[in-house]
């Protein structure tokens, strides 16, 4: 597509229910980003995959989070057990290489408004 | 990681520049300052990038100073459509993947009054 596709935009669930949250990224972009923003602040990393590598897990806060990237395409975001505090709004981007300047093809979707109740 | 820091917010009028600083006294010499754009439920937009001097393109200027130690990103004549928050980002260009974990600031929410 012509941008970053997530879904859905957004998502109220109850508290120790399970989330998935999808990321279509921009066709041919093989670096992919999981950031998460909370209300009124900026983005906090949370994974990252490049092509077939091994993705960089660093910035997850939980083992409740974890996350796919299947074909080296689609990547979904999975949240067990939500609890109140991972209510935010998850943003994924994507770019031609991770390489070089942080603007070379990385592009931010619209994000997805996790609220847990 | 250079640590940024920018007004928490700014209010201006329609047809104004707009001039909004960010502090980075500890910037690298490979780091590069990249100035993003959010709108309300949009994920952030580059606007522009330096590494010193001047950089001007179609929707802003960003000017760096000899000792890189700030930058100011500047909207000519901005409109209503500009308000939004602005993120001053500083990083090493040459490390590549690192880049992704920079530190996000909270950002300078610009209002833009008729």
């Known amino acids: 597509g012509a941008g970053v596709s997530q879904s859905p935009s957004n998502k109220v669930t109850e508290k120790g229910k399970d989330v998935e949250l999808r990321c279509d990224p921009i066709?041919?972009?093989?670096?992919l980003y999981w950031y998460r923003q909370s209300l009124g602040q900026g983005l906090e990393f949370l994974i990252y995959?490049?092509?077939?590598?091994?993705?960089?897990k660093s910035g997850l806060p939980s083992d409740r989070f974890s996350a796919e990237r299947t074909g080296g395409s689609v990547s979904t975001l999975t949240i067990q057990r939500t609890q109140q505090e991972d209510s935010a709004v998850y943003l994924c981007?994507?770019?031609?290489?991770?390489?070089?300047?942080?603007?070379?093809?990385?592009?931010f979707g619209s994000g997805t408004r996790l609220t847990v109740v | 990681l250079a640590k940024t820091t920018q007004p928490i917010s700014m209010d201006s009028y329609e047809g104004q520049e707009v001039n909004i600083t960010c502090s980075h006294n500890n910037i690298a010499t490979n780091d590069y300052i990249t100035w993003y754009q959010q709108f309300p439920s949009q994920g952030p937009r580059f606007i522009i990038q330096g590494y010193k001097t001047k950089v001007t393109n179609e929707v802003a200027s960003l000017f760096i100073p000899a000792d890189r130690k700030s930058s100011t990103l500047s909207l000519p004549r901005v409109s209503l459509s500009d308000t939004a928050v602005y993120y001053c980002?500083?990083?090493?260009?040459?490390?590549?993947?690192?880049?992704?974990?920079?530190?996000w600031g909270a950002g300078t929410k610009l209002i833009i009054k008729p």
């Open positions: 066709s041919g972009h093989t670096a």
């Open positions: 981007a994507s770019s031609y290489t991770s390489f070089g300047r942080i603007n070379y093809g990385y592009t």
């Open positions: 995959f490049q092509g077939n590598s091994a993705p960089d």
């Open positions: 980002l500083v990083g090493d260009m040459g490390k590549g993947d690192s880049n992704y974990q920079l530190i």
